[in-house]
């Protein structure tokens, strides 16, 4: 037998802002069906265009694929009851805010992150309608991992977050290229066939074994390298994070931002690296080629992409946005 499928029309009204965690149990709500339903929300032109996929799974965990563009701000509310709860997040193109207790996050562009969320806390995502999401999202609780490993995860971020208030965590992860293969095919490949469910239920576990397997990698860095982070240097980093995605045009020297976090050169230059996956150097480049990609989605010129993320050359802004994206920025426009 095949899995239940339904479908609903997810529509969001012009004149609202966010989606509170009524409504969205409304439209989003998982159906009551042990065996692995799954429901496909299809959005209204009024609110957009895409589509977002729940699926849940006999192992213990539920996955979200969204794919699309909502035609203004909106959001979600989520207050954790009863247990503990992790989100893994792995998003290809868009821009989300987050705020998961007091901290608050930015991300924008290809990312990965691991939230791991206590009863009490509150979670508030805001999508960006300016920008087409396609992410992936599993939600499970600790013990689908630790009936397995005994305490790997708290272990894990506990010695990632350095002290951090361990009810409510968000700890970035190296979004590699396999998982982001993965990622594509879980959004492109068709809805049929007996064994989709199966094969998505057998994808996620894999995704799922990934990020724990970059987070312990991270952990190894973190502590084996003779940095230790303490908590003020993580927010100080997360600034700096900040800032260069702020000011990629014209970065702060390496000087200026040691200066500005109050963090010595190696420290913030091997920290940066170890918490976010990229040199700060590459991260500079990475959102000057987002930006671009942006600009080729208006149909601007190339040359005049080129030169407006800092490059006189077209010709080596071209082997960056291949390097970057794999695709050469005249297919990219094209397709």
């Known amino acids: 037998m095949g899995k239940m499928t339904k479908v609903r029309k997810y529509d969001i009204s012009t004149d609202e802002s966010r989606l509170d965690g009524d409504a969205l149990r409304q439209v989003g709500q998982l159906p009551e069906d042990e ?130 208030d361990p009810s409510a965590n968000l700890v970035e992860i190296e979004l590699t290229s396999e998982m982001e293969v993965m990622v594509r095919e879980l959004i492109d490949r068709p809805r049929t066939g007996l064994f989709f469910h199966f094969w998505a239920e057998v994808k996620g576990l894999e995704l799922i074994c990934m990020a724990l397997t970059a987070l ?36 702060p020297s390496i000087e200026a931002l040691c200066q500005r976090s109050g963090i010595n050169r190696r420290k913030l230059t091997e920290g940066f690296k170890i918490l976010f996956g990229s040199t700060i150097r590459d991260y500079i480049q990475t959102q000057r080629m987002l930006h671009a990609k942006s600009l080729l989605r208006q149909s601007i010129p190339i040359k005049l992409v080129a030169e407006r993320v800092g490059y006189n050359d077209p010709s080596s802004f071209t082997k960056v946005f291949k390097k970057q994206f794999g695709v050469l920025p005249k297919a990219f426009c094209s397709s």
């Not at 699309?68 to 509310?77: A, L």
């Not at 502590?223 to 994070?241: A, T």
Request: aromatic share 6%.
């Open 35 to 164: 065996s692995g339903a799954k429901e496909l929300i299809r959005l209204r032109e009024s609110g957009g265009e895409g589509v977002l996929e729940q699926l849940s799974f006999p192992s213990g965990f539920s996955m979200s694929i969204n794919s699309g563009q909502f035609s203004h701000q909106c959001g979600t509310t989520t207050l954790v009851s009863d247990e503990d709860w992790c989100v893994l997040r792995l998003r290809l193109s868009g821009h989300i805010k987050e705020r998961l207790g007091d901290q608050c996050y930015d991300f924008s562009g290809p990312h990965a992150s691991l939230l791991y969320c206590s009863p009490g806390v509150e979670h508030h995502l805001v999508l960006d309608p300016s920008q087409k999401i396609q992410t992936v999202s599993l939600v499970f609780q600790p013990s689908l991992i630790e009936e397995r490993v005994s305490d790997v995860l708290t272990v894990l971020l506990s010695e990632l977050t350095q002290g951090q």
């Open 216 to 251: 312990e990698s991270k952990a190894e860095k973190l502590n084996s390298g003779g940095i230790k982070l303490r908590p003020w240097d993580v927010k100080q980093m997360e600034s700096v994070k900040e800032l260069l995605e702020q000011q990629y045009m014209d970065p």
